[in-house]
Every structure is written in C-alpha cells, then in structure tokens.
C-alpha cells in the first residue's frame, strides 16, 4: 500500500508538471520574458529563494518588469524556480490608483492572455476595457487547476484598509509607508507567502534603508539587489548618456543607479552586493594571510579573517561581531573560529592578528591594555597599524573598483556588508562614527599591504588554472 501511495504521489506531481509546461507554452510574451527579454539580475531576482525580495533599480532599469512577471507566475501557477500553488492570493501595492493605472496593473495586464482571466472587478472604469480604469482585482485560471486572485491596492489607503487578509505574496511597486509594510508582513504570515519590491529610492533613507537595504535586524529571510540602466541591455547607450546629463548627481545616483542617497553620501558608493558579495567556498589553506580586530567592549568588537589569493585578491571569510562581551569571550569566539577554518598556528599553538593601536592603552578598569589581555589567551596583537583615514579610504576604494573586484567578502559576514553599505560622509571631511568597526578594520588589514602566497615551482596562477580547467573540460566533451 506505501508503495501504491508513493506511485500515486508521483503520477500526480508529474501530470501537474506537464501542464505547468504546457500553460506556460501558451503565453507568449511570458515565454520571450523568459528566453529574450530577461537580464542577469531580474534572473537572479526570480531565482532567490528568500521570502522578501526587493530590488532597488534607477527608473527604466527593469525593475517593474521583474516584480509584475513575478506576480503573474505565482497566479498562474507557472514559477520557473518554485514549487507552484494552487488557489494563489496575492496583492499589487502601489503608491496610489493613479499610478497602479499607469504602471503595475498596466504591466500585469500585458503578461496575462485574455482567454486566462476569469473575470476583472472594477474599482471605476469599464471591465470591458479595465486597463483605462482602476482595477480592484482580476481572477485567473491556474495551471494546477484552481482558480487565483490578484487584488490591487493603493498605500494611501491607511493601514486599516490592510487588515484582514490571508496572503500567499504581496508585491510593493514603489516603497510603501512603513506601517503597510508591516501589516503586509502580517497577511502572508499563515500561507508562508511571501513579500517582493521594486523601487527607485526617492525618498532618502526611511525604514527601508535600515530594515530591509542595511537588514539592520539580521533577517535571514531578507534578500537585495540594485538594478542601474546599464544592466537593462534593450536601453540604447545614446539614451542612457541623454538622461545621465539631464539629472544632477544626487538625482543620477537613485533615478539611474538605484541607491540611496543623504546629505553626506556613501564612503563606498564603488560597493555593489551583487559583485562584491559572494556565496562562502572552500579557500585554500595557503590563502589565509591575517585576522584584523577593531576592540569594543560596550561597542562592538569587530574582527574578520582575511585570505589572499595567488593574484592579490582580498576574500573576507570569516568574522566575529559581538557587543557588551568581555575580552575572555570574544578570544575564545576568535579562537573557535580560526580552529573551524583551521587557521594558522605559530610554534606555541598562537593566533596573530592586527589590532587598533589603542588596544596598547590601559584603562581605569584594568592595569592591563586590551593587547595584554589578549595575549594572555593566545592572540598575538600586532598595534603598529597604520590609521591614516584618508589613504585606508582611498586603498579600499581601488580594489573595490576593479573588475573582476579585488576584494570580495563572503555572504556570511553579514556585519561587515551592513556597515559598508551604510558607511557615509558626516557634515565635516570624516565619515560618521557609527556603525563603523568592521570599516575600521578593513582599512587596517588593507593598509598592510598584504601579499599573495608564494607559488611553488610549476604552480598555475587562478587565471591560468582556471583557463587550463576550461581546456580540460571542452576535450572531454
């Protein structure tokens, strides 16, 4: 009888495949999405697994495009890279109707085949010609049988009007207020549904820049991305150039790149996520070069293992971030760490790092400086850094504009990718001081000016080794 069952399961689950594939053959501008009209990052967009996307994008960058297809798959029941549901429920939020008319009710419209909606409900206008009136939502036939619904709704509304309601996602098309925002995370909480946005970042930096662009709070669930014109590879380079020149430099930053702007401005306007972030791999042992720590008791202590590859290319790998700890506990997070990557050792069994030089002092609380104190637990404190503000600045911002970038931080050291997209100018000529002690850091180890390892002889560099894996692979083929 298991058996039985499971072969049933399996029978089911095919049959829904293939009319999953058969669905999606028939709509047309959804299959040249797909295949034509797609670019790299609206691919990484649909592809993320998270359940609260957004994608911060410069006007005309794609956006929009991405966030209205994505609504329609899930009501389709045709997601490319999820498993597909049944009876979907979801909302379309915009700032206001006039712009849900113009822009993300006009967008669905256009990826949805007439013979597949059901029926269209009017908030005002013509069912007979929705796309010149509002519309309060549209039912679709899914793939896997049921029947879906596409609700729209306008910010402006309040949040009461968003009460209620048990979502499988909700789509914002332009940044909402925050307490929409969070009775938006309320609606898809019992279906596990989940949250997706796609703005340009006008308005400077409200509670989107700090919960959801820095995750201040850590959520896991929480995934970004920024979209610029030049990702977009259907705008002419003519045209981009045109309305380069037609907007100041605050304007060009959000409208064309997608960020975020302040009255000061990023240290690290060069940092983008989707290059300078990568997924953790194993690194060679011969890599690893030295840990930098920025001390912090009340405040956070800041510490990062560094790795240098055979071309002089910085890879963070690893970090510790903790506040209100005492030096015992932080020396022996340090020390678990390094035994977990296994980390170089000297003859006594010793850990050596980099360490701000005020470490050396020694405060009212203890005879002993904090590099005293370290050293009592087998850390090896190296004080002579250089903290030259303005050249650390200016050496971490060469090897972030190289491409392929020269220096990559791992996606687990999430403290040190909040701080440096966050990182910005004060009134004066110095960065703000806050949320700045894995930049500190940084700049210490990059001012050391660290060295590639030694090649033995017959060694190939990572260019030539990756060219030669190419070789190999397309004899075998």
Known sequence: MEKKGKLETLIKRIGEIEKVQAFRAEHDKLGKYNQ???????????????????????????????????????????????????????????????IQRE????????YLRPDRIVDVTMQSGRKSSPEGGVIDYITVKNALGGVSRIGFKSADQGRERFQGASLDFVWFDEEPPQDVYEECLMRVMDRRGEIWGTMTPLKGRTFVYDEIYLNKRQNPEIWTITMEWADNPYLDK???????????????????????????????????????????????????????????????????????????????????YEREKDIDHHARRIREIAD???????????????????????????VKSVADLFYEKDI????????????????????????PPRLVIFRNCVHMIREIKGYRWGNGDAPVKEDDHAMDELRYYVMSKPQPPRLGRGEETVQERYKNKLIRMRRNM
């Open 380 to 403: 090896l404190c190296d004080t002579k850094v250089n903290k030259d503000l303005w050249s650390g600045i200016a050496a971490v911002k060469d090897r972030l504009k190289g491409r």
């Open 238 to 320: 003519e045209e981009i150039e045109l309305l380069t020149n037609a907007f100041d430099k605050e304007s060009v930053e959000s409208r064309r790149y997608g960020k975020f702007s302040d009255e000061g401005g990023l240290v690290y306007p060069e940092f983008e996520e989707s290059v300078h972030v990568v997924d953790p791999f194993e690194v060679p042992h011969d890599w690893y070069d030295n840990i930098s720590v920025d001390p912090g008791l009340h405040n956070p202590l800041s510490a990062h293992f560094y790795a240098v590859d055979y071309d002089g290319n910085i890879y963070v790998i690893a970090e510790h």
């Open 103 to 110: 822009v993300s009710q006009s967008k669905i419209l256009s």
């Open 340 to 366: 977990e990557l296994g980390w170089h050792r000297d003859a006594k069994g010793r850990l050596r790092c980099l360490i701000d030089s005020a470490a050396n002092q020694r405060t009212l609380a203890s």
């Open 36 to 98: 034509e009209k797609v670019h790299e990052k609206q691919m990484a967009f649909h592809r993320c697994q998270k359940r609260n996307r957004w994608v911060f994008g410069g006007n005309r960058s794609g956006k929009t495009e991405c966030g209205a297809v994505e609504a329609v798959w899930w009501a389709l029941g045709i997601h490319p890279y999820r498993k597909n549901r049944k009876d979907v429920c979801g909302w379309v939020v915009s700032p206001t109707y006039e």
